[in-house]
């Protein structure tokens, strides 16, 4: 059985950060691509970032223009994503995935998701 399992989230100001945390397993690490999307409410799940396969650079959706950070700790069987600068429109409930392409930005390139997080930045 696949788990996927989000952490981290909260309310935080504009310009504030957070750190995004999923827990998964070895295998899953081993064997697929991990990516996070995320989905406000009355809007459809949209990319954020994708971790490239080892030594490869993460993809990532026009909008973090650098804010974010996708990172993995395979000893720890986790995959992060660093969040700075946060914006109101930052909010949103954001999913870990996993799936066989590594580095899509493509929704459907992921079979397994995670319950999500929820994130508030409040303005």
């Known amino acids: 059985q696949v788990q996927l399992v989000e952490s981290g989230g909260g309310l935080v100001q504009t310009g504030g950060s957070l750190r995004l945390s999923c827990a998964t397993s070895h295998a899953i690490l081993q064997n697929y691509g991990m990516g996070w999307f995320r989905q406000a409410p009355g809007k459809e799940r949209e990319f954020v970032a994708a971790l490239a396969r080892s030594g490869g650079a993460s993809v990532y959706a026009d909008f973090v223009n650098g804010r974010f950070t996708a990172s993995e700790d395979y000893a720890k069987s986790t995959v992060f994503l660093q969040m700075n600068g946060l914006k109101p429109e930052d909010t949103a409930v954001y999913y870990c995935?996993?799936?066989?392409?590594?580095?899509?930005?493509?929704?459907?390139?992921?079979?397994?998701w995670g319950q999500g997080t929820q994130v508030i930045v409040s303005s």
């Open positions: 995935a996993a799936g066989t392409a590594h580095g899509s930005s493509y929704g459907p390139d992921y079979n397994y």
